[in-house]
């Protein structure tokens, strides 16, 4: 596609209910990044992947929260039994390369309320 | 992988003002990259240094990659209130792409 995608573009959940975020990168980029960020944060790095293979997930906040990349292409970020505190939005970049070798492409983000 | 300090973490000014950030780290980064990220949007790419003691100029933004490549800087002259929005350094890393706290731009008109 011309961009990053990503879907919902907003979604509200009940507390305890687990949520499924989408991530479509750039065709051809091999590094595709997960990011959070609360109201007038920074971004929080999640989990990082080069291809279908995540060799970093350090930044997941808890066993809650875990991702998975098919095809070396689209990404799913899961949470489960989200909790008032995973409310934020959460972005996703993809490189063609990994680290900051190369220009990051950002999607618009997915807006998560959990009520 | 790299850590940095953004400093300062929020600044207003007066429109027509000029407005540093930067960012420093406490180790010999490969490279470094500028993001910026307007109010209820995305970061978009702005730059990368890579050479020691680079500079590079984009219409009234300087950015400088420092000699010892341990920070950098960037400097919009004549600040106008397009210029509102947070900016992040990200510093040079193989593998994970991880920013610096940003700094915040607030410009009054």
């Known amino acids: 596609g011309a961009g990053v995608s990503q879907s919902p573009s907003n979604k509200v959940t009940e507390k305890g209910k687990d949520v499924e975020l989408r991530c479509d990168p750039i065709?051809?980029?091999?590094?595709l990044y997960w990011y959070r960020q609360s109201l007038g944060q920074g971004l929080e790095f999640l989990i990082y992947?080069?291809?279908?293979?995540?060799?970093?997930k350090s930044g997941l906040p808890s066993d809650r929260f875990s991702a998975e990349r098919t095809g070396g292409s689209v990404s799913t970020l899961t949470i489960q039994r989200t909790q008032q505190e995973d409310s934020a939005v959460y972005l996703c970049?993809?490189?063609?390369?990994?680290?900051?070798?190369?220009?990051?492409?950002f999607g618009q983000g997915t807006r998560l309320t959990v009520v | 992988g790299q850590q940095v300090m953004q400093i300062p973490q929020y600044q207003h000014v007066q429109e027509g003002e000029d407005f540093t950030t930067y960012c420093n780290s406490s180790?010999?980064?490969?490279?470094i990259q500028w993001y910026k990220q307007r109010p209820g949007g995305h970061p978009v790419f702005l730059i990368q240094?890579?050479?020691?003691?680079e500079v590079k100029k984009q219409k009234r933004l300087t950015f400088q990659f420092g000699e010892a490549k341990k920070n950098s800087s960037l400097h919009i002259t004549a600040t106008q209130t397009t210029d509102v929005g947070t900016y992040f350094c990200?510093?040079?890393?193989?593998?994970?792409?991880?920013f610096g706290q940003g700094t915040t731009l607030q410009v009054k008109p």
């Open positions: 970049a993809s490189s063609r390369a990994g680290g900051s070798r190369t220009e990051a492409f």
């Open positions: 065709s051809g980029h091999t590094a």
């Open positions: 992947f080069q291809g279908n293979s995540a060799p970093d």
């Open positions: 180790t010999t980064l490969s490279n």
């Open positions: 240094l890579v050479k020691s003691g």
């Open positions: 990200a510093p040079g890393n193989t593998g994970k792409l991880i």
